[in-house]
C-alpha cells in the first residue's frame, strides 16, 4: 500500500467522509488546497448523502478533474479527456466490486456487502494512482 492509500484510509478514520478521504490525499498533486478541497468533498459522502454513488468514486471524478482539465473558462477543451479518464476509473472499480453504488457496496438491500468503506477507499486511491499518476508524468 503507497503512502498515499493510507493516507486516504488515515483520513477517513479521522472522521474525513470517504469522498473527502480520498480526495484529500491527492489534492495537493493537483495543486488544490486541502481545506477547499475538503469542503468542496462534504457533500459527497455516504453516496452524495443518498447511498448513491460511492464517494470514494465521486473522488476520483474530482481528481481527474483536478488532473486533467485545462480550466479554461472561455474555450473548455478537456471535457473528453476527463470523461474517458472517469470512465476507464469507474469500469475500473465496478468490475472489482460489482457496483459503484453505496447502497449496493453496503448490502442495504440485498443484505449482503459487497465492500467495505476502508476498502472502497482502498481500491479507489489504488485506481487513481494507476490512472492519474503514471510514471513519467
Not at 35 to 56: D, L, N, R, V
Not at 68 to 78: C, K, M, Q, V, Y
Not at 100 to 118: N, Y
Request: charged share 25%; proline share 1%.
Amino acid at each position: 500500500m503507497t503512502d498515499r492509500v493510507q493516507k486516504s484510509v488515515t483520513n477517513h478514520k479521522s472522521g474525513y467522509n470517504c469522498a473527502q478521504a480520498v480526495a484529500c490525499a491527492y489534492c495537493d498533486l493537483f495543486g488544490a488546497d486541502e481545506t477547499e478541497t475538503f469542503k468542496a468533498m462534504e457533500a459527497f459522502g455516504f453516496g452524495m448523502g443518498t447511498m448513491g454513488t460511492c464517494g470514494a468514486v465521486s473522488a476520483m471524478a474530482a481528481l481527474a478533474g483536478m488532473k486533467l482539465s485545462d480550466g479554461n473558462l472561455e474555450a473548455p477543451a478537456t471535457k473528453k479527456a476527463c470523461y474517458k479518464a472517469m470512465k476507464a476509473m469507474t469500469e475500473e472499480f465496478k468490475d472489482k466490486n460489482k457496483s459503484i453504488l453505496c447502497s449496493e457496496l453496503k448490502g442495504i438491500e440485498s443484505g449482503q456487502m459487497l465492500r467495505s468503506c476502508t476498502g472502497c477507499i482502498e481500491d479507489a486511491a489504488g485506481i487513481i494512482e494507476k490512472h492519474l499518476l503514471k510514471e513519467g508524468e
